[in-house]
């Protein structure tokens, strides 16, 4: 089943943020569960992220990993927790093929990867 969600224009590709995601997840999956882990460095965050469409079936879970390096970064200056666990929700969301066409980046990991062009 093909979704169109809202998109943005990073360059040369459309992107579906993260919150249009999560409100499609919710409309759509009314006995859903998102959680979050965090593991950390002293200089590092790392997410795991884990999205159950159904609580019912445990089961079939999707789940999503993301880090972010302190400091690395406007946005990582004062927000590298909050940055890693959209990311890591965004790909677990994504694994569910919500919001995607062909491959699983989220916007701020192409435009980070553009920015060190």
């Not at 943020?17 to 882990?37: A, D, G, Q």
């Not at 694994?95 to 916007?107: K, L, N, P, Q, V």
Request: glycine share 2%; proline share 3%; hydrophobic share 40%.
């Amino acid at each position: 089943m093909t979704v169109t969600l809202p998109t943005i224009d990073i360059k040369w590709k459309r992107y579906v943020l993260v919150k249009e995601r999560i409100k499609y997840f919710n409309e759509t999956y009314p006995n859903w569960s998102i959680t979050t882990e965090r593991y950390s460095e002293w200089d590092m965050e790392i997410i795991k992220a884990t999205v159950i469409p159904d609580c019912d079936k445990p089961s079939r879970a999707f789940t999503g990993y993301s880090q972010a390096k302190w400091w690395d970064g406007f946005i990582n200056k004062t927000s590298a927790l909050e940055n890693c666990e959209s990311s890591a929700v965004w790909r677990a969301l994504a694994f569910m093929w919500i919001g995607i066409d062909d491959w699983i980046a989220s916007a701020e990991e192409v435009c980070k990867w553009m920015s060190k062009e």
